[in-house]
């Protein structure tokens, strides 16, 4: 059962406006959560993350939003740049539970230019 | 770059022939895991290590095995390959502390098992 899950398999948008990608999870005890950029032919990289004792993180373009009632953690892109044309990856994690980190199904992000 | 190698980048192989991926890293780092990615369905653990023969399975590890007998290589064997096994396989390495650690991503393997 997919405890980190992202409903949006794709996202366009146009360059210079914001890009909001969502992601959901099931696991309560879940309090540590990143985001993964992914080119074609390339590993995930890291891109930002938030500890459940915050509920925004911001690193220049990109800030992540976290809603613990709701289950709920967003990142925004503002503004968004061609270059940005990746799938993106949120994960999470449990302090203390194997050490694994569980990752949504991923979102594509189109900037058009 | 956080000095993780994997090879081979890409294999096609036949149904029911024994496959080893190998990934190599150069940091010293305890953690290490072994994800697939497919469509639909995102990057799923495989196994993972905490240590020299500390090894332990993930979400997916029916059907693979996993070796760690020196600190910077993890092997990820395919017994006996079939056809639910095409996947693009990446290996991860765990850095930093507490709720500051982060997964860095070697630069994947492209399998086809026809």
């Known amino acids: 059962d997919q405890q980190v899950k992202q409903n949006s398999p794709s996202l366009s948008v146009q360059e210079g406006r914001i890009s909001i990608l969502n992601c959901d999870y099931t696991?309560?005890?879940?309090?540590?959560f990143l985001w993964y950029k992914k080119y074609p032919a390339e590993g995930p990289t890291f891109l930002i993350s938030i500890s459940s004792i915050k509920d925004k993180n911001e690193d220049g373009r990109f800030t992540v939003f976290l809603n613990k009632s709701a289950k709920h953690l967003s990142l925004h892109i503002v503004p968004s740049q061609p270059g940005d044309s990746a799938v993106y990856f949120c994960?999470?994690?449990?302090w203390g539970t194997g050490n694994q980190f569980y990752f949504g199904t991923g979102t594509s992000l189109t900037v058009i230019p | 770059d956080a000095g993780i190698t994997q090879s081979p980048r890409h294999k096609v192989t036949e149904t029911g022939t024994p496959v080893t991926l190998r990934c190599h890293q150069t940091?010293?780092?305890?953690?290490m895991y072994w994800y697939r990615q497919d469509p639909g369905h995102g990057l799923r653990l495989i196994h993972y290590?905490?240590?020299?023969?500390?090894?332990d399975k993930g979400e997916v590890s029916d059907g693979y095995s996993v070796s760690r007998s020196k600190t910077e290589d993890f092997l990820l064997t395919l017994e006996s390959a079939t056809s639910s096994q095409t996947s693009v396989y990446f290996c991860?390495?765990?850095?930093?502390?507490?709720?500051?650690?982060?997964?860095?991503f070697g630069s994947g393997t492209q399998l086809s098992v026809l």
């Open positions: 994960a999470a994690s449990a």
């Open positions: 290590s905490y240590g020299v023969k500390d090894t």
């Open positions: 696991n309560s005890m879940f309090d540590y």
């Open positions: 940091e010293n780092h305890r953690y």
């Open positions: 991860a390495i765990r850095s930093g502390t507490g709720r500051n650690e982060k997964l860095f």
